[in-house]
T-cell receptor, first 114, second 114 residues
Framework: GESVGLHLPTLSVQEGDNSIINCAYS??????FIWYKQESGKGPQFIID?????DKRQGQRVTVLLNKTVKHLSLQIAATQPGDSAVYFC?????????????FGAGTQVVVTP | KAGVTQTPRYLIKTRGQQVTLSCSPI?????VSWYQQTPGQGLQFLFE???????NKGNFPGRFSGRQFSNSRSEMNVSTLELGDSALYLC?????????????FGSGTRLTVV
């Protein structure tokens, strides 16, 4: 029968607006988190990371917020540009059963409209 | 500097055959991890190699195997291919094991099993 694929949530953003992408992570013992961007036909590209002893980290046009109480991670992109259209993944470093591997979220499709 | 190089980029194989994929990490990176990406399951960890030793393994059958050479280059092998093995196989390299600094991904090998 037909396989059911992951239904990626889609965030539609107007060019120039700010984007917020959310991610719920699974393991309260995870200590390191990364956001990746994947464009069509390419591998995931590192955007920004944050360690569990921090709440916020800023990069160029991007900010990552970490809320350990509710196991929530967000990526904010300022002044979204057409080149920001891609799938965005959050990833957590597992420290319990398989120390060192990354577990990825399902991803969010960001579509930037003119 | 050169990024992570995966060869070949595209591959078509028949059910029952075997396949070998190659990954050359960034110069100086000693850890190589492999991920399978499908629309149905997203990004799933296959295994990690560091100093020619498998450090971590994901939940994949024994048909999936890998190795790492003394120059840190890695290969993964899938034997007795099944239709469900059709996927984008991504290789990622990191300076050290334990995922302290995040991965750099290659562009992947698109495997189609017919």
């Amino acid at each position: 029968g037909e396989s059911v694929g992951l239904h990626l949530p889609t965030l539609s953003v107007q060019e120039g607006d700010n984007s917020i992408i959310n991610c719920a992570y699974s393991n309260s013992a995870s200590d390191y988190f990364i956001w990746y961007k994947q464009e069509s036909g390419k591998g995931p590209q590192f955007i920004i990371d944050i360690r569990s002893n921090m709440d916020k980290r800023q990069g160029q046009r991007v900010t990552v917020l970490l809320n350990k109480t509710v196991k929530h991670l967000s990526l904010q992109i300022a002044a979204t540009q057409p080149g920001d259209s891609a799938v965005y993944f959050c990833a957590e470093r597992m420290t319990t059963d398989s120390w060192g591997k990354l577990q990825f979220g399902a991803g969010t499709q960001v579509v930037v409209t003119p | 500097k050169a990024g992570v190089t995966q060869t070949p980029r595209y591959l078509i194989k028949t059910r029952g055959q075997q396949v070998t994929l190659s990954c050359s990490p960034i110069s100086g990176h000693r850890s190589v991890s492999w991920y399978q990406q499908t629309p149905g399951q997203g990004l799933q960890f296959l295994f990690e190699y560091f100093s020619e030793t498998q450090r971590n393994k994901g939940n994949f059958p024994g048909r999936f195997s890998g190795r790492q050479f003394s120059n840190s280059r890695s290969e993964m092998n899938v034997s007795t291919l099944e239709l469900g093995d059709s996927a984008l196989y991504l290789c990622a390299s990191s300076l050290e094991t334990g995922m302290s600094y995040g991965y750099t991904f290659g562009s992947g090998t698109r495997l189609t099993v017919v």
